[in-house]
C-alpha cells in the first residue's frame, strides 16, 4: 500500500481559498471603499440643475434633515435661528432623487451657494460628515 507523496492540486486550492485573494472579492472591497468617498455618482450628467426633485423629497423630509442636523449649517455653523430663511437641504451627489438622508445635509444658502463649483470635491467632503451625523444620530 503506498500513499501519494505530494498533493500539490490539494495546497494550490487552499491557498486560493483565502477570499481576500479572489479577485471578484477584492474588487467588491475596493468599490465599498470608493462609495464612501471620491466616487462620481454614475447618474450625475455634468451639471443639470433643473432636474425636477423626486416626489419624495418634500417639506417633511426636508424638516427631517434639518432636525437631524439641530438646525444648523453642517458646514459653517450657523443655527437656522439666527438667520431670516430656513436651512436649505443639500443633495450631496447632486441627484435630486437620490432622497436618501444620507445623502441629503443642511446648509446655509452662503455655504450651499459653494456647491455650485468644485462639485467632486464638495461631494466627498459632505459625503464623510454625512456619515458621521448619521452615524451619531442613529446612536
Ligand atoms: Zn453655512
Redesign the pocket.
Known amino acids: 500500500m503506498s500513499w501519494p507523496k505530494e498533493r500539490p492540486d490539494v495546497s494550490e486550492r487552499m491557498r486560493n481559498n483565502n477570499p481576500m485573494k479572489r479577485p471578484e472579492v477584492a474588487e467588491k472591497l475596493s468599490n465599498i471603499n470608493k462609495k464612501i468617498c471620491g466616487e462620481k455618482h454614475p447618474n450625475w450628467r455634468g451639471g443639470i440643475s433643473f432636474e425636477p426633485y423626486g416626489k419624495e423629497f418634500n417639506k417633511a423630509l426636508k424638516e427631517q434633515i434639518r432636525k437631524r442636523d439641530d438646525y444648523q449649517?453642517?458646514?459653517?455653523?450657523?443655527f437656522q435661528k439666527d438667520l431670516i430663511y430656513k436651512l436649505p437641504v443639500h443633495h450631496i451627489d447632486y441627484d435630486k432623487k437620490n432622497n436618501d438622508p444620507i445623502n441629503l445635509i443642511s446648509?446655509?444658502?452662503?455655504?450651499?451657494s459653494k456647491t455650485n463649483y468644485d462639485r467632486d470635491d464638495w461631494v466627498c467632503h459632505y459625503q464623510q460628515k454625512s456619515h458621521a451625523v448619521t452615524i451619531q444620530y442613529i446612536g
Open positions: 449649517c453642517q458646514e459653517c455653523g450657523y446648509l446655509c444658502k452662503s455655504c450651499h
